[in-house]
């Protein structure tokens, strides 16, 4: 349990700072790759200007054209220059005809003012950042200077700070989690310490309650044999002071094995335990409550072909043990688990839980064989044990709680004297994971319900 919940503190500490990370990472990113963008652009508009200073204009004398640029004797002193810093300048007439370019080969790209940088495309891996300035005289145009600027500046440097930033937060994230997992052991060690006191004072104090109780009991039971004793009243109230203490002798007990099992410490006696021979004796010992009840226990045994014959593999046969009920358990605990589901299916059954027809506890002991290694033809043996009862149900809602302890489906029944102290299904979880097996409630509210335990037929195996 601890450490499940430490598992989950460590992965929701690791999982709030990797997205925190995350975010920051992609703010680095965005700054950085914005303020690239921004330098290039200031770079670009630089050098528009400066083209522009050192631009030739002429005058001329044709109609409705007052001046133009000597683009052959303005740009040639600055070709070699612009090439050196990665920078290329084309002259554009003002119809949008290409005049002069330091590019080797013209861009087929559309020509349209943009004084604020833009990102062109020429192929999957090329692209340009670009500056287009109008050059004009008042309304006169005298033609359109782009200047272009290779992407990879901007680019290479983007793509180093995202190897480099993914790093980075990797190695964090690993770090966080390193150090999530140890503060999260630091802060669950005093629940764990208070939960284990909480337990081993239980386990004391349900074990030194045990003699004082047994004490009462008897001598509640000596008083009651007393011949002397004539006063009815009396022995009216020693009888339920004796009923009173039974129960809270059962308590304590549970709460003693829930203890014992809370803290590892269960003792175990592990035999062969023919489970049908088990639940015999289990029937016989409820079959006087259920027939003053009216309803019907039976027990049926369901014997698969599998136990008559043998089963044929690839490579050969592999015959079943004649023992096909029989598993490695503790007698009493499986006692114990088999006594509280079938008491408490005859508790809750009552005799019109059903109109058409008889009220009936039925236990159906069944033997199951799966492969748990298809290539090492390892078969696993399991057995089955359903409860069904045609009693009044449990709600949808109630299910997932019924294992939770003291807790009740219906609270109205806690003053119920046949109630018991809502620890029976927690021991009955209790046992059953003692014995590596499964444990399942299907109900119908109004129809019945049927608790389903799987047990291995081994003490080594496992269900998974």
């Not at 999982?15 to 670009?44: C, K, M, N, P, Q």
């Not at 289990?282 to 226990?297: P, R, S, T, Y």
């Not at 492969?371 to 109630?398: F, H, K, Y």
């Amino acid at each position: 349990m601890f450490q499940a919940t430490r598992q989950r503190l460590a992965l929701w500490y690791t999982t709030v700072t990797a997205v925190l990370l995350l975010l920051f990472a992609t703010g680095v990113y965005l700054y950085v790759r914005s303020t690239l963008i921004e330098r290039v652009d200031d770079t670009l508009k630089h050098v528009v200007e400066v083209v522009e200073r050192s631009l030739i204009i002429q005058p001329v004398e044709a109609s409705g054209i007052p001046y133009r640029v000597n683009y052959e004797a303005s740009f040639p002193n600055n070709a070699q220059a612009v090439e050196d810093d990665h920078i290329d300048l084309e002259w554009f007439s003002p119809t949008g005809k290409l005049l002069w370019s330091t590019l080797s080969e013209p861009l087929d790209i559309p020509l349209h003012a943009n004084q604020t940088g833009e990102t062109v495309y020429l192929s999957a891996d090329q692209l340009l950042r670009q500056v287009t300035d109008r050059v004009q005289i008042g309304r006169h145009v005298l033609g359109y200077l782009r200047v272009s600027h290779p992407w990879f500046e901007v680019t290479k440097p983007s793509r180093q700070l995202i190897i480099d930033l993914t790093l980075g937060t990797v190695l964090m994230v690993i770090s966080t989690a390193a150090i999530g997992w140890w503060l999260s052991g630091l802060a669950i060690k005093p629940v764990r310490e208070s939960y284990q006191s909480l337990k081993q004072f239980t386990a004391d104090a349900s074990h030194e309650l045990r003699n004082p109780i047994a004490t009462i009991q008897t001598n509640v039971q000596v008083a009651l044999g007393d011949p002397d004793l004539e006063s009815p009243l009396q022995r009216q109230q020693l009888k339920v002071v004796e009923r009173l203490t039974q129960r809270l002798g059962r308590l304590v007990n549970d709460l003693l094995f829930l203890a014992r099992a809370d803290s590892g410490i269960m003792q175990s006696e592990w035999q062969s335990v023919p489970l049908d021979a088990l639940l015999i004796e289990v029937i016989e010992e409820q079959q006087l409550v259920a027939v003053q009840k009216g309803v019907a226990l039976s027990l049926h045994l369901v014997e698969t072909p599998s136990q008559k014959t043998t089963i044929q593999e690839s490579s050969g046969f592999l015959a079943l043990t004649e023992d096909a009920f029989t598993l490695q358990g503790d007698w009493n605990q499986l006692a114990r688990l088999f006594t509280n589901l079938v008491s408490n299916a005859v508790q809750y059954t009552p005799v019109s839980g059903k109109t058409t027809a008889q009220a009936s506890v039925q236990v159906e002991l069944q033997q199951l064989e799966r492969l748990s290694n298809m290539r090492g033809r390892n078969i696993q043996s399991l057995l089955r044990v359903q409860v069904r009862d045609t009693g009044t149900g449990i709600p949808e809602s109630a299910l997932p709680h019924i294992f939770d302890r003291f807790y009740r489906v219906d609270p109205a029944r806690k003053h119920d004297a046949t109630a018991g102290s809502g620890l029976g299904l927690a021991i009955a979880r209790a046992i059953v994971e003692n014995h590596h097996g499964r444990i399942q409630v299907e109900s119908v509210l109004n129809q019945g319900t049927t608790v389903v335990v799987t047990l291995p037929a081994s003490k080594s195996e496992k269900l998974t």
